[in-house]
């Protein structure tokens, strides 16, 4: 009997470590996604002075949930992980209710950009996480004893989580879960075969009783109901609209969004202006190797751009958080072909001209499945490999 029961504890404990796991790896793969979360996150507990650490704090969080995860998967430390686990646990469980009574326009990001939950299916899995945490725990006496050489798993893994965690922090996302990933669509450069003005149809939603029902402009129903809001919905038969939006416009308020989507274009986005004037040489250096490589060069800049870019006639402004998902690295560049995104660099990994020039004889198609494939076969592959070393040494 306490044999199955330990072994019951030790399945809970297992399935908590992987989700913790999971969800810790997918926001480190992101510390800029992270951080955007820990923003909102922020923002919601009136802790808004707070911002200007929402990244580091937002892979700390993520790094301690992944670290959790990591040893109650390999079972070192079981007492006092699990303490750790369940104060982890108990404050993210709080904080969800809070979500779903507030019902805040914001995402749980439990696994960052990979898998969007609603507050309440974000609620009750917490919920569900806590009651297995709560069969693992008690009674802590009967928790077992690890294996010794477990520890030398949790001290591979950690060190191979940190080295991913620096890896991510200075370059892009492996796996590039936003609406900006690979092959991804202007609006621009692409018009739907179907009227764009009749895929869509107003809805309102009225409520009565406590209960809320969707009605269209032909049906509306009588004074006995209050209204509450209007969303606008694809019609039945239409495909949504999933293409990208890339807005920018010049220092006199024109846009010139038709530029991205024409012939090849490299797109340097810059949504931090206050960088060093030596980042700002680079961005215009490989500006000009784009357009000697054949390709035409936009610089988008969120805000107010700066006055030694004005003479520039490739500068733009955009939206910040646009160009925040366009790319992760400030100062990265975003290459698209006929509309279509191809490939994207961080700051740090920006091509030369050669390489710029090699790029724009390849097939756009072939660039496109061959990185997009890489990335997510060195992220599957990492996967493999750390949890190889924590079920198997």
């Keep these: 009997m306490n044999y199955l029961l330990l072994r019951l504890k030790r399945f809970c404990g297992f399935v908590t470590g992987f989700v913790f796991f999971i969800g810790g790896i997918l926001k480190l793969m992101d510390p800029v996604g992270a951080g955007l979360v820990m923003g909102e996150y922020l923002d919601f507990m009136h802790l808004r002075f707070l911002g200007f650490a929402s990244k580091p704090l937002g892979v700390a969080f993520a790094l301690a949930e992944t670290v959790v995860g990591t040893a109650l998967i390999t079972g070192v430390w079981r007492k006092v992980m699990g303490i750790a686990a369940m104060v982890f646990q108990a404050f993210f469980t709080i904080l969800t209710l809070a979500l779903v009574i507030f019902n805040p326009e914001m995402d749980c990001g439990c696994f960052g950009e990979a898998i969007h939950l609603t507050h309440m299916q974000t609620f009750l899995k917490n919920i569900v996480l806590c009651i297995l945490l709560c069969i693992y725990f008690f009674p802590a006496k009967m928790l077992g004893v690890n294996l010794k050489k477990k520890y030398v798993s949790f001290a591979i893994v950690t060190a191979s989580v940190l080295a991913f965690t620096v890896y991510s922090w200075m370059y892009i996302p492996l796996v590039d879960f936003t609406d900006y990933k690979p092959a991804a669509a202007l609006k621009a450069g692409h018009a739907f075969s179907e009227d764009e003005d009749d895929m869509y149809e107003a809805v309102f939603i009225y409520e009565k009783d406590g209960k809320e029902e969707e009605f269209d402009l032909s049906h509306l129903p009588d004074s006995t109901w209050n209204f509450v809001r209007t969303e606008t919905k694809v019609k039945e038969g239409y495909e949504e609209d999933k293409r990208i939006d890339l807005s920018f416009h010049d220092a006199s308020g024109d846009y010139h969004d038709e530029l991205a989507s024409e012939g090849k274009v490299m797109v340097i986005s810059v949504y931090d202006t206050d960088i060093k004037a030596g980042r700002w040489q680079s961005i215009s250096t490989f500006a000009r190797n784009a357009e000697e490589a054949g390709f035409r060069s936009l610089i988008l800049v969120a805000g107010e751009i700066p006055q030694h870019m004005l003479m520039q006639d490739n500068v733009y402004t955009a939206d910040y958080k646009t160009l925040l998902s366009l790319n992760r690295s400030n100062g990265g560049a975003t290459y ?46 990492f996967l493999l490999y750390v949890f190889a070393v924590m079920l198997l040494l």
């Design 336 to 381: 698209f072909s006929r509309g279509y995104l191809v490939r994207k660099w961080s700051a740090r990994s920006l091509p030369s001209l050669e390489k710029l020039i090699e790029i724009s004889g390849e097939d756009e198609t072939e660039t496109i499945i061959y990185h997009d494939t890489k990335g997510s076969l060195g992220f599957q592959g």
